[in-house]
């Protein structure tokens, strides 16, 4: 992932998350609640923290990351924001158990997770979302898929060649195999978005 730091040094920025939070927030303003607590998941530089927390005053955002790098970068981000609805991020690996204050989100929101980290973080993140969303409750994930065993761009499948090179449990995960894990969990698939890029904004609801 490209990356580059602000003048202050900790602040990161990425290309991609300047790029795609108007889609996602278009996509986001037709999904959540009207108010509520959103947690995001591996929130990274924390740019789309920001960015949602302003343009969605009504939520409070919590954002969350496994790596101490990262949250520096949303503290950071999130000090020079100084939004009230913006939390401090949350220390949180899916895979470990979750801090407490992650219980009872109204929603929870992941971006670019399921692809560069093993599969068994995918099983996690929705095995945590069917336990702790409230019923009608959310979980928006933003990413490229495999729809019907193929990718959807050629571009997609040099990607995810790279992505297995650098790491054999990385990967573009089949949109299929999703669905069918967070369906195990009480979750159901609500809607499918094409946004740019080759990426898909997929929302599932808790039943």
Known sequence: MEESEPSDGVR?????A???????????????PASGRVLEIASGSGEHSVYFAEHL?????????????????IAAWQRHAA????????????????PDDADEPSA???????HISPWAATQALLREAGRRL??????????PF???GEHTASSNAAFDADLRQRDPVWG??????????????????????????????VVFLRR
């Open 57 to 73: 005053p009504a939520l409070t955002w919590q954002p969350s990351d496994p790596g101490e790098r990262a949250r520096r970068s």
């Open 134 to 143: 409230p019923e009608d409750g959310v979980l928006v994930v933003y990413g």
């Open 83 to 98: 939004l009230a609805n913006l939390h401090l991020p949350l220390a949180l690996d899916v895979t470990q158990p979750w």
């Open 146 to 148: 495999m729809r019907g």
């Open 172 to 201: 573009i995960r089949a949109l299929e195999d999703v669905e069918d894990e967070a369906r195990l969990n009480g979750l159901a698939l609500q809607r499918v978005d094409e946004l740019p890029a080759n990426n898909l904004g």
């Open 18 to 32: 300047k790029r795609n939070r108007e889609p996602i927030l278009t996509l986001l303003r037709k999904v959540l």
């Open 108 to 114: 929870i929101l992941c971006i670019n997770m399921l």
């Open 12 to 16: 990161l920025s990425t290309p991609a």
